[in-house]
């Protein structure tokens, strides 16, 4: 279970920098910029978000996983609203995480809890804007920390969720990784069973959330997840359905295109650790976030031994996060919770 804990934390990791090289780009100009796919940790360009980043330095995506999986293992695996506030805040002291990265959704959210009062505008109060992969992209260590245990995984996701997404899109989404991330720790789990879950856990999510959460305008991340999986286990090779996930499908910030492009990646590369990472880096547009999110399903697939060796102390370094004593202590938490689940059958 450590192992594929930790390879969750690493690929979910990995796919936040190496995508913070690619973010905003189409598949060619990424090519045309590289010279070849970028497979690898890269020093973002000049005209991107990551701009002055060194290569495996993190965005918002995992660093906020990070800090939430961190305050949540310091309080002996609570989940609760205020332990994700704080941890957020806490994310939001540290500038070379959240100044240049943090989302508009997630922005809007500390400042509320920081105590700042936000101006009523007046304006329009729909939440549209707020339908973003920002939970989604956070999410996996919920799954981690439930390992095996899918219900309790979308029910902590919503906790979670709740805190800077409140409307049913994003509850879908960030339910869908956490449900998958959950069941690619067991031992038993191959990529079809991660697929599943994560159907599931994106079916539940949405019907949770149209009893507790806000409606919202937008597409179906239950329907773009399953038309992206399609393309994902249909014929051509692995690049070739990953551009057309991207151009089918597309890989923005909103929940129905980031979400359902990191499974269709995932399912496009057969979730082979590497390639499921690779192909989001490389699809273009919100790079880091698809590239966290299938990075974290391979990852605790496979686990970090599939990954090169480099990776965790690049990313630990690169950082000064400690990547793997975080894993050592949700693995803790996860056996603790998957043995009472156990008696309680």
């Known amino acids: 279970m450590f192992n594929k804990i930790l390879g969750g934390l690493i690929g979910a990791g990995a796919g936040d920098a190496m995508g913070a090289a690619t973010e905003a780009r189409t598949t060619e100009q990424i090519l045309e910029h590289f010279g070849h796919e970028v497979i690898d940790f890269e020093k973002p360009p000049m005209d991107t978000f990551g701009a002055g980043n060194e290569p495996g330095q993190l965005t918002d995506d995992f660093s906020s996983a990070y800090f939430v999986a961190r305050h ?36 809007l959210a500390i400042r509320r809890y920081k105590g700042e009062k936000i101006e009523d505008s007046g304006g329009v109060k729909l939440a549209t804007r707020q339908a973003t992969n920002g939970a989604a992209m956070k999410i996996s260590p919920i799954g981690l920390l439930n390992a095996g245990n899918l219900d309790q995984a979308i029910k902590d996701a919503v906790t979670v969720t709740m805190v800077t997404h409140d409307n049913y899109l994003a509850l879908s989404g960030a339910c869908a990784v956490a449900a998958a991330v959950s069941r690619a720790v067991m031992p038993d789990a191959d990529m079809y069973k991660v697929i599943q879950a994560g159907l599931y856990g994106a079916k539940e999510g949405e019907y949770i959330g149209k009893q507790i959460a806000r409606d919202v305008a937008g597409p179906s991340v239950v329907k773009r997840m399953e038309m992206a999986i399609d393309i994902g286990l249909g014929t051509g090779t692995s690049k070739e359905k990953m551009v057309e996930i991207g151009h089918r499908i597309g890989a923005g910030l909103h929940v129905a295109e980031a979400i359902p492009s990191a499974f269709g990646i995932f399912a496009a590369y057969n979730g082979d650790a590497m390639g499921s990472i690779i192909g989001a880096v490389n699809v273009g547009y919100d790079t880091d976030t698809v590239a966290t999110m299938s990075g974290a399903l391979a990852g605790a697939l496979n686990g970090a031994d599939s990954y090169p060796v480099h990776f965790l102390p690049t990313l630990e370094k690169a950082n000064n996060l400690e990547i793997e004593k975080l894993a050592k202590d949700l693995t803790k938490l996860a056996k603790k919770r998957f043995e009472a689940g156990k008696e309680n059958q």
């Open 72 to 107: 949540i293992a310091d309080n002996d695996g609570e989940v609760n609203e205020k332990v994700v506030q704080k941890a957020l805040i806490d994310w939001s002291e540290h500038p070379v995480f959240f100044d240049r990265f943090a989302g508009p959704t997630t922005r």
